[in-house]
């Protein structure tokens, strides 16, 4: 109901006692506003150490290429560009690692740094959709996304893979719709983030570099 004459508290009924009216502490009010995606448990990602990292995936979203002819007949190709850096650790137990793209030493290029940087500061921002519809994912840019595809190594020495698909940025512009391997629900994580992989998904190592 409504505020006390002190602003503190709420009047309130309860179902099983309709006699009564009680005094609730506003405190309680204030935790029933909360929208029900704030309350939902985000996702821990896994530590993405460079010195962790055996492999990093980007593919980037369909282009359109120029349209061939055979045999009377017109197609369109549509092609994703693809980086795949490759983790080479060093031998003597160090947390040495060098990189190597298309078989180029890349270790010191600006936008790897940029990447592993990002990579291990990963976090996500809030919970957009837990069950979205399709037209919730298409809006998303879920139809042709990036997907960053890591393979890691934890602490203890068991290998995993971070799958992260990559959509469209939110109408403020703050950031961008991710998801997590198989799991539906669609989450937001910072652009700022997310600008380093999406440089090199869209250009490739060469031309980002």
Not at 31 to 41: E, G, L, S, V
Not at 43 to 48: F, G
Request: aromatic share 6%; with cysteine; proline share 5%.
């Amino acid at each position: 109901g409504n505020a006390t004459t002190d602003g503190t508290s709420y009047y309130a009924t309860i179902n099983s006692d309709p006699d009564h009216v009680f005094i609730l502490a506003g405190t309680l009010r204030q935790a029933m506003q909360t929208p029900i995606y704030q309350m939902c448990r985000l996702p821990e990602l896994p530590t993405l150490a460079e010195a962790q990292m055996l492999s990093i995936t980007l593919q980037g979203p369909k282009t359109e290429q120029a349209d061939t002819e055979t045999d009377g007949r017109r197609t369109t190709v549509l092609t994703a560009n693809s980086t795949v850096l490759t983790a080479t650790h060093a031998e003597d137990d160090s947390t040495a690692v060098s990189w190597r793209s298309g078989g180029a030493n890349i270790t010191d290029a600006p936008s790897l740094r940029a990447l592993l940087e990002d990579l291990a500061a990963l976090k996500v921002a809030e919970c957009v959709d837990f069950r979205p519809s399709d037209d919730a994912v298409t809006f998303c840019g879920f139809q042709d996304p990036v997907t960053l595809t890591v393979h890691y190594q934890t602490a203890t020495g068991i290998e995993g893979i971070f799958e992260m698909n990559v959509g469209t940025q939110n109408m403020g512009g703050t950031g961008r719709y991710v998801r997590f391997g198989d799991e539906p629900a669609i989450y937001l994580m910072e652009l700022e983030l997310l600008d380093p992989m999406m440089r090199l998904a869209y250009q490739g190592m060469e031309e980002a570099s």
